[in-house]
């Protein structure tokens, strides 16, 4: 397990390797506002363990990567995914297989069809192909929690920022699934390790391209697509429609899982289905 700072793109990422740099490469993309502490590092290595090279990284604004001011990003969303296709680049020879979680997602959508050459294979995590009258909305319970955000914390007390990033993790998570001590633990490694606390909110404010439903279609990497049957903010069919439109993809649901990272108790599916859908 080795983490380094890595140029991308023209600018600095913070970069976690796990697993043989020989092996073929998986890259894991966080979603909006989440370092790379969000893809858990045991997670990580079963995956490694499986013979494959595991890569998660900040996105800018997260974790060590280069921070801009909070309120003023100075990047789009097709910048964040022209970073990871650099990492590709720097790390894995130019082709990797793809991991992308909500925004993350969205992102490996964009290198699937705008960098055809880098993704090997395509894996989405409670992600969706864009917001679309035909898809199903937010549910009720996380759109009430839209409507009364909490107050952001003080930046400087570490404690409260912790406690407001576990209270922001939980509405999203399924009925059954939300680990509060887990969820703390990965809140402080986030919390300790990150440059510019206050700065990930950029994210919500950046452009993010054009639409890229419409070109679904023109996807030809293997796609597996991952949704828990409780996601929040992306209900189900958000991924049923990514595996209608992408040509042969495959849709996993994941019982009673929220909009979340694969939590512990889906790991004896979610990674040896990893491992079948990016073997060589």
């Known amino acids: 397990m080795t983490e380094a700072m890595v140029r991308a793109n023209g600018v600095d990422l913070c970069v976690e390797t796990f697993g043989d740099p020989r092996a073929p490469a998986i890259l894991l993309i966080s979603g909006a506002a989440a370092s790379m502490d969000w893809w858990d590092a045991e997670f990580c290595r079963r995956i490694a363990e499986g013979g494959r090279l595991v890569i998660r990284y900040d996105h800018r604004d997260t974790g060590r990567s280069v921070t801009y001011p909070p309120g003023a990003p100075g990047y789009t969303g097709p910048d964040l995914a022209r970073d990871a296709a650099g990492l590709i680049d720097a790390l894995a020879g130019g082709r990797a297989h793809m991991a992308g979680l909500s925004m993350g997602g969205g992102i490996a959508q964009y290198l699937a069809v705008e960098y055809a050459a880098r993704v090997a294979t395509l ?9 679309a009258s035909d898809l199903p909305p937010m549910a009720d319970r996380l759109r009430a929690t839209f409507a009364d955000p909490a107050p952001e914390p003080d930046w400087s007390d570490h404690d409260a920022v912790v406690e407001h990033l576990v209270e922001e993790q939980r509405p999203y998570a399924g009925p059954d699934t939300f680990d509060e001590q887990h969820v703390r633990e990965i809140a402080r490694r986030v919390v300790g390790r990150t440059a510019g606390l206050g700065s990930s909110g950029n994210h919500w404010l950046i452009d993010g391209g054009e639409d890229l439903r419409p070109r679904l279609g023109e996807i030809t990497a293997p796609t597996l697509v991952i ?44 990674v040896p289905a990893l491992l079948r859908h990016t073997a060589p």
């Open 227 to 270: 949704h828990g049957t409780e996601d929040p903010f992306f209900p189900p069919g958000h991924g049923a429609a990514l595996a209608r439109e992408i040509s042969g993809a495959e849709l996993l649901l994941l019982d009673g899982v929220g909009h979340e990272p694969p939590p512990r108790s889906t790991w004896d599916l979610v």
């Open 123 to 131: 894996t989405l995590v409670s992600t969706s192909p864009g917001p």
